[in-house]
């Protein structure tokens, strides 16, 4: 039988094989998070017709004879290009710009995915929903003393956004004042903020602070309830604020007392300290002295959340303040292209991925998270179209090196009529 008839077998073979990957690229064109496939071919072995000759000296030599023996798949490799992100509108749906892959934990194992479909269970656990794989991060710290901490050198965990949970009320110990209080006032001119601090049961009490001129830069001040509220005691809410020739606040020479409140019904007295580090006084028309910030809250229960850039899954709670609750977490591997592919868009690790490193986005080489997003398919419909039609033609020319070998043969096989 003639050699090209079973190179142009190869032939058929592996063109049909860059067929089936073309083919399985168009029907993923709108598989989120899919990664398109390339198929690259190579010669094969080759059979010795003539060795060479080296040059002697009444000969320049000879070069070597020889003849194919067809072709082979040289690789099928996935390519781990960035994918378009598509607007979702759903706060459980994340997807990654740049590098990285999610963590999913199967119960029998992880797998890592580029599709941030993310739901929230029964149990309040962030899972792919089509799966029922947890997604893997890291939780806050429980520490009362750093309730907000997320340690991300521990080992990622199962990811808990516990809708509906309570936040204990907290009373206030801290109040911090900014803005101005006006140089140019006249003696006994008063300058007023209000303010709402909270008990231990998370009940808010409504002061006013007065603020009176008394010298130049001297102001004494005063605190009431407000609204005709009645307490069952206030101490220490009275002092003196000194400010110095520039403007800034003469702490030293101030006379800052800490406010005692002992409310009326079940929660205990409270202390709360007063900060006017950060106030002036300058010349205005308008001073605008006020509570910025204080530090007590009520009861409030988490109703929503939200997902960072970096990953810090963010908690709201009906009261008005945030926790963070969590941190997605994203897998690195040394050789990406090397994972293996083990289907709803899952990839598993290989002997040639590299060692798995976790790391939370925004950080290193790891990419940043959109929330509301999905990343769509990297498959370019352009560039798969051209390669049918190139898959195409090499398949109907390898048939044709069949048809002309048989022709060829029949030939052979005439001779004898």
């Known amino acids: 039988?003639?050699?090209?008839?079973?190179?142009?077998?190869?032939?058929?073979?592996?063109?049909?094989?860059?067929?089936?990957?073309?083919?399985?690229?168009?029907?993923?064109?709108?598989?989120?998070?899919?990664?398109?496939?390339?198929?690259?071919?190579?010669?094969?072995?080759?059979?010795?017709?003539?060795?060479?000759?080296?040059?002697?000296?009444?000969?320049?030599?000879?070069?070597?004879?020889?003849?194919?023996?067809?072709?082979?798949?040289?690789?099928i490799d996935t390519l781990m290009t960035q994918g378009s992100l598509e607007s979702t509108g759903k706060s459980t749906d994340v997807a990654i710009q740049g590098d990285g892959f999610f963590a999913l934990d199967t119960g029998q194992g992880k797998v890592y995915t580029r599709v941030g479909a993310f739901d929230i269970n029964l149990k309040k656990d962030l899972v792919d929903p089509s799966t029922g794989y947890y997604v893997m991060?890291?939780?806050?710290?429980?520490?009362?003393?750093?309730?907000?901490?997320?340690?991300?050198s521990m080992t990622p965990t199962h990811i808990s956004v516990p809708i509906g949970q309570m936040m204990v009320a907290k009373a206030t110990e801290n109040v911090t004042f900014t803005g101005d209080l006006n140089a140019s006032a006249l003696v006994d001119d008063i300058a007023t903020s209000d303010a709402t601090v909270y008990d231990s049961q998370g009940t808010g009490h409504h002061l006013t602070f007065s603020f009176t001129k008394s010298a130049a830069n001297t102001w004494d001040y005063s605190i009431a309830a407000a609204g005709g509220e009645a307490l069952a005691g206030l101490a220490g809410n009275t002092g003196t604020l000194s400010f110095n020739p520039d403007g800034s606040i003469d702490i030293a020479g101030s006379t800052i007392n800490t406010l005692n409140i002992t409310p009326t019904g079940g929660a205990g007295a409270f202390d709360v300290n007063l900060d006017f580090t950060k106030t002036i006084q300058f010349a205005t028309d308008k001073p605008d002295i006020k509570a910025s910030y204080q530090d007590g809250f009520p009861m409030g229960v988490l109703e929503n959340f939200s997902v960072g850039v970096d990953g810090v899954?963010?908690?709201?709670?009906?009261?008005?303040?945030?926790?963070?609750?969590?941190?997605?977490?994203?897998?690195?591997?040394?050789?990406?292209?090397?994972?293996?592919?083990?289907?709803?868009?899952?990839?598993?690790?290989?002997?040639?991925?590299?060692?798995?490193?976790?790391?939370?986005?925004?950080?290193?080489?790891?990419?940043?998270?959109?929330?509301?997003?999905?990343?769509?398919?990297?498959?370019?419909?352009?560039?798969?179209?051209?390669?049918?039609?190139?898959?195409?033609?090499g398949f109907q020319a390898n048939s044709r090196i069949i048809t002309t070998s048989d022709e060829m043969l029949q030939e052979l096989v005439n001779l004898k009529r």
């Open 313 to 393: 899954i963010t908690g709201t709670f009906t009261n008005g303040m945030n926790k963070q609750l969590a941190r997605i977490a994203l897998a690195q591997f040394g050789n990406p292209a090397g994972l293996m592919k083990s289907g709803s868009t899952m990839f598993k690790r290989s002997n040639n991925s590299g060692e798995l490193q976790y790391g939370a986005p925004a950080t290193g080489a790891n990419g940043t998270l959109v929330a509301g997003s999905l990343e769509m398919a990297n498959v370019d419909l352009s560039r798969e179209f051209t390669n049918m039609i190139i898959t195409q033609r």
């Open 1 to 75: 039988m003639m050699r090209s008839m079973f190179s142009a077998v190869s032939g058929l073979r592996n063109h049909q094989v860059r067929m089936d990957v073309i083919g399985n690229n168009i029907a993923n064109v709108n598989t989120v998070g899919f990664k398109a496939n390339r198929v690259t071919f190579q010669d094969m072995v080759y059979e010795l017709v003539r060795s060479a000759s080296a040059p002697s000296e009444g000969l320049g030599g000879s070069n070597p004879q020889q003849a194919g023996l067809g072709m082979m798949v040289r690789s």
């Open 137 to 152: 991060g890291w939780l806050a710290n429980n520490n009362t003393l750093k309730p907000d901490e997320i340690d991300t």
